[in-house]
């Protein structure tokens, strides 16, 4: 079975370009979440879908990101205007249904770099 | 609130032991632990729910004690394999909603 599925893997950007990475989670798996990791902030959650529904995104730093997910198989965060302190790696993960707490499934994720 | 991990990094050698602690402010459903690899994206190892559980898996372990909002990872007898950075995560209302601590840093020797 396929895991979780994030594209691109590299991206590297100038400042002020829009930036899309997209996610596609486990078949069956109705959680999905970003989280965005850099060495001096770790591992940091950004939104929360459940059921393709925004439950969460207290964690979105500002306007200039945004998340949708139109359904079940994929998802997309974006970011505009890019600025350099947005590079990071981001994480895209799924956890199925039924079953909370649970496993957290994370794609191999998408490093970003904005010049 | 992010939990505290410490230590921040350790050094092994090979059939060592090692404890990562995880402390939190606030009151605790479940706690989550993770290894990452470098350039790659973290594993789930185990969670442990409120009641004060211990699991282990092979040579690693772990406990909660739910009223001190602490949890710790055992890993015994460690091997080259165990080196990465472990986090755990934290959850307050039984979602899958994590807050990760900063990090471990293990680095196993042969």
């Known amino acids: 079975d396929a895991g979780v599925i994030q594209s691109p893997r590299h991206e590297v950007t100038e400042m002020g370009q829009e930036v899309t990475l997209r996610c596609k989670p486990i078949?069956?798996?109705?959680?999905l979440f970003w989280y965005r990791q850099t060495m001096m902030r770790g591992l940091e959650l950004l939104i929360y879908?459940?059921?393709?529904?925004?439950?969460?995104d207290s964690g979105m730093p500002e306007d200039r990101f945004s998340a949708k997910m139109p359904n079940a198989s994929f998802s997309t965060l974006k970011i505009q205007p890019s600025e350099p302190r947005d590079s990071a790696v981001y994480f895209c993960?799924?956890?199925?249904?039924?079953?909370?707490?649970?496993?957290?499934?994370f794609g191999e994720g998408s490093r970003l770099t904005v010049l | 609130q992010q939990p505290v991990q410490s230590p921040q990094a350790v050094i092994l050698r090979e059939g060592e032991d090692a404890v990562i602690n995880c402390s939190s402010s606030k009151a605790l459903y479940s706690v989550h632990w993770y290894r990452q690899k470098h350039g790659e994206a973290p594993v789930f190892l185990m969670i442990l729910l409120k009641g004060g559980e211990q699991k282990g898996h092979d040579k690693i372990s772990a406990s909660f004690n739910e009223k001190k909002q602490q949890s710790s990872l055992y890993l015994t007898a460690s091997q080259l394999s165990y080196s990465g950075t472990y986090f755990c995560?934290?959850?307050?209302?039984?979602?899958?909603?994590?807050?990760f601590g900063g990090g471990t840093r293990l680095m196993v020797k042969p």
């Open positions: 078949s069956g798996h109705n959680s």
């Open positions: 993960a799924s956890s199925p249904a039924g079953v909370l707490p649970g496993e957290l499934f």
């Open positions: 995560g934290t959850d307050n209302n039984a979602g899958n909603m994590l807050t």
């Open positions: 879908f459940n059921n393709n529904v925004p439950i969460d």
